[in-house]
């Protein structure tokens, strides 16, 4: 059985900084492309960044490039997105999510298999 289980999460000033992590199991960690994505309220889910199984590549949101780092730890089987400078806008639910497929199609939701429950990320003004 496949699981994504996100943690991290939580609330924070403007200008603060959170550590998000996913730990994955069930499936070859090696082998995936990781996401992960955020839902505001009443807005549709969007990517945020992606890295691929090697960590040799990456892809981000244009409004997180220089705050937002995703990083992958193979031995511990678990995908990070260090969080920096956050902004009121970047409150929502984070998704973390695997894929078997790398390109620049890794910032679209329908080439990720298998997705997380999601961890709540609010960041007050």
């Known amino acids: 059985q496949v699981q994504l289980v996100e943690s991290g999460g939580g609330l924070v000033q403007a200008g603060g900084s959170l550590r998000l992590s996913c730990a994955v199991s069930?499936?070859?960690?090696?082998?995936?492309?990781m996401g992960w994505f955020r839902q505001a309220p009443g807005k549709a889910r969007e990517f945020v960044a992606a890295v691929k199984w090697g960590s040799d590549s990456t892809y981000y949101r244009e409004s997180v490039k220089g705050r937002f780092t995703i990083s992958r730890d193979s031995a511990k089987n678990t995908v990070y997105l260090q969080m920096n400078s956050l902004n009121p806008e970047d409150t929502a639910v984070y998704y973390c999510a695997a894929g078997s497929v790398w390109g620049s199609v890794s910032t679209r939701e329908s080439v990720y298999d298998y997705w997380g429950q999601g961890t709540q990320v609010t960041v007050s003004s």
């Open positions: 069930g499936l070859t960690f090696s082998a995936y492309a």
